[in-house]
């Protein structure tokens, strides 16, 4: 899925990213912080991303992301998909977004200490949404999750 214009590891994504997000007017009295705390917290990595199609990323499923069995709990992997669109969704629509319905499907089990590699790619990009799909395998390459989600394009005010 690369092709010439494929940007691949995680610090040269995100310095993409951040440029474009700090080219965008911030509203009055706040002061973005760049990577936002809930990316920290959830610490993907991004590994590619493919202008105007995908982004890929992986992440090792930290202890403290388990539930009482040791599993992922599924509100994680929602927000790992939400972590993983919402930059995807700037860098399409090269204007702020905001996620406005987010659907997860969980098809089997993952385990703390499991790798994850998740992929989002564009569905539809409009003016107005953005329609973006997801997929998470497992280490084995199982597919574990997936997500659909929608994404209104917040417009930039003229100058």
């Known amino acids: 899925m690369s092709d010439d214009a494929t940007i691949h590891g995680h ?4 310095k993409q990213t951040i440029e474009l997000f700090r080219s965008f007017p911030a509203p009055p009295g706040i002061n973005l912080e760049l990577p936002p705390p809930s990316s920290k917290t959830l610490d993907i990595q991004f590994e590619e991303y493919v ?3 995908s982004l890929t990323a992986t992440l090792m499923v930290p202890k403290h992301f388990g539930n009482a069995v040791g599993l992922l709990q599924g509100g994680f992997i929602a927000a790992l998909f939400d972590d993983l669109m919402g930059p995807l969704s700037y860098l399409i629509a090269r204007s702020p977004t905001t996620s406005m319905e987010l659907t997860t499907h969980f098809l089997r089990p993952v385990f703390v ?3 994850l590699k998740m992929t ?3 569905r539809k990009a409009g003016r107005t949404a953005v329609y973006l799909a997801a997929e ?3 280490g084995g390459g199982k597919l574990v999750a997936t997500a ?4 209104q394009v917040i417009p930039l005010p003229s100058a």
Not at 148 to 151: A, D, L, N, Y
């Open 120 to 122: 989002a790619t564009v």
């Open 148 to 151: 659909m989600s929608t994404i």
């Open 136 to 138: 998470a395998y497992n």
């Open 51 to 53: 202008p105007g199609k």
């Open 11 to 14: 610090e040269e994504i995100l």
């Open 113 to 115: 200490g499991e790798q």
